[in-house]
C-alpha cells in the first residue's frame, strides 16, 4: 500500500482543486442545483479528469483508480454534485470490463470527451445490499431481449444518457448465475424515470422498465455471469465514496478551525476555550485515521482478489464512516446554530459524509461482510 502521492497523482490533485476552487463555490454549486448556473462537466473532460482510467487508445490516460481517488477527494471537499462517481468510476468501469470491440471504443471515448454520462441501474427495493437479489427479468426474443421490473435509486439515473441495467436472464430471484447486464436508452419505450435527489443533493433515480426492447447487441458482459462485474463495480464505487467522505472532513475541519478563530463569545475567540480544542483535536485525529485508510482502498480497488478486495474495502469503509460522525457532527455542533442553517455550507459537508456511509452498503453491512471474510 502506497502512503504518498506519485508525481502524476500530485498533480491530479493540483488540477481539480484549482478548478473546484477557482470556479465551484458554493454560491456556484446552489446555481447548478437550482438549474442556473454552467456545469463544469466540459471543463473536467478538457483537463482529462473524466478519463483518467480509459485507455490511452480511448483517449483517456490509462490510470489506476489511485488516481482517480485524489480527484475524488477533491470532488468531495467541494462537494461536487455532477455525475463523476456514476459516470467515470461506475460506469466507465463496467464498460471497459463488460463491452468489446466498437461499442467499447465508442462508449469509453464519448465519456472521455464528456460526450456521455452513465448510469448502473442494479438496486432493487427487496435487494437490501444482497447483490446477487435481482428481481428484474430480461426474456429473450427473436430481436433481442425484453426487460421487465424495477430499479431502486440509481445514483446519476436521473440525467444520465445511457443505463445500465442489470436483470435476471435465468434462475431465481437470489441466485448467483443468471445476472446480465443490458445498456438501456433512458428514452427508450418502457422506460419511466422518477427523478429524486440524494441527502447530500446529488441526483438519483427511481426506474420501471415495462416490456424494453433491447437488440443482443445491448448485452454488456457475459450472459448469465455479470454478478462479479457488479460486485467489483459496487466495490469501486464504495472505495469512491470513501475518498470523497475524506475530502468533505478536510473541508469541514478547516471551515470549523477558522470559525472557532473568528467567532467570539465572553470577549475572547470561542477557540480558546479547551473544551473546544479537545473537540477540535479529536476531530483532526479522525481525519488523518480516514485519509490512512482512504490509501488502503485506493490500492484495494484495483485487487484482482475478490474476497481480498471486500476484506480491505468493507474495513476502510467502517472505519471512514465512524471517523466522518466524529468529523461531520463535531463540526456541525461547533458551529451551534449556524450550523443547523441550509444556507450555510458546514451542514452540507455532514449530509455529504452521511450519504457516503450509506452508499454500496452502511456500517452494519460490511461489518458483516468483514467478518464473513475472516
Not at 341 to 369: N, W
Amino acid at each position: 500500500m502506497q502512503l504518498t502521492l506519485s508525481e502524476t497523482q500530485t498533480m491530479l490533485q493540483d488540477t481539480a482543486n484549482r478548478l473546484l476552487r477557482d470556479r465551484y463555490s458554493f454560491e456556484h454549486r446552489n446555481k447548478v442545483l437550482a438549474g442556473h448556473g454552467e456545469s463544469l462537466w466540459n471543463a473536467f473532460a478538457e483537463l482529462g479528469l473524466l478519463g483518467i482510467e480509459i485507455g490511452e487508445d480511448y483517449g483517456g490516460a490509462a490510470g489506476s483508480f489511485a488516481d482517480v481517488a485524489v480527484v475524488l477527494e477533491a470532488m468531495g471537499r467541494h462537494l461536487v454534485v455532477e455525475p463523476f462517481l456514476s459516470t467515470v468510476v461506475l460506469g466507465a468501469g463496467l464498460i471497459a470490463e463488460g463491452a468489446s470491440g466498437e461499442m467499447r471504443a465508442s462508449l469509453l471515448r464519448a465519456i472521455a470527451e464528456g460526450h456521455l454520462t452513465v448510469a448502473l441501474a442494479h438496486g432493487e427495493a427487496r435487494a437490501r445490499y444482497v447483490l446477487s437479489h435481482v428481481e428484474t427479468r430480461a426474456r429473450r426474443t427473436e430481436a433481442g431481449f425484453t426487460i421487465d421490473g424495477a430499479k431502486s435509486m440509481a445514483l446519476g439515473a436521473n440525467d444520465a444518457k445511457q443505463l445500465i441495467v442489470s436483470a435476471r436472464t435465468s434462475g431465481d430471484a437470489a441466485d448467483p448465475r443468471g445476472v446480465s447486464l443490458f445498456l438501456v436508452d433512458p428514452k427508450a419505450t418502457g422506460v419511466a424515470l422518477r427523478p429524486v435527489q440524494m441527502i447530500d443533493d446529488r441526483g438519483a433515480a427511481e426506474i420501471t422498465l415495462t416490456n424494453v426492447q433491447v437488440p443482443p447487441s445491448a448485452l454488456l458482459g457475459p450472459l448469465d455471469g455479470a454478478l462479479p462485474l457488479i460486485e467489483r463495480a459496487y466495490d469501486r464505487g464504495a472505495a469512491a465514496v470513501c475518498c470523497e467522505a475524506v475530502g468533505a472532513m478536510v473541508a469541514a475541519n478547516e471551515t470549523t478551525v477558522e470559525y472557532l478563530k473568528t467567532r467570539v463569545q465572553f470577549g475572547r475567540p470561542i477557540g480558546k476555550f479547551q473544551a473546544l480544542q479537545h473537540r477540535m483535536a479529536d476531530m483532526a485525529m479522525a481525519e488523518e485515521l480516514a485519509r490512512s485508510m482512504s490509501f488502503l482502498v485506493a490500492s484495494a480497488a484495483d485487487e484482482t482478489d475478490p474476497a481480498a478486495r471486500a476484506e480491505a474495502i468493507s474495513a476502510a469503509k467502517v472505519q471512514i464512516a465512524e471517523a466522518g460522525r466524529t468529523v461531520g457532527h463535531g463540526a456541525v455542533q461547533l458551529h451551534g446554530g449556524i450550523g443547523m442553517t441550509m444556507e450555510y455550507v458546514i451542514g452540507h459537508y455532514l449530509r455529504r459524509i452521511v450519504a457516503a456511509e450509506k452508499l454500496f452498503g452502511d456500517v452494519d453491512h460490511h461489518l458483516s461482510r468483514f467478518a464473513d471474510n475472516l
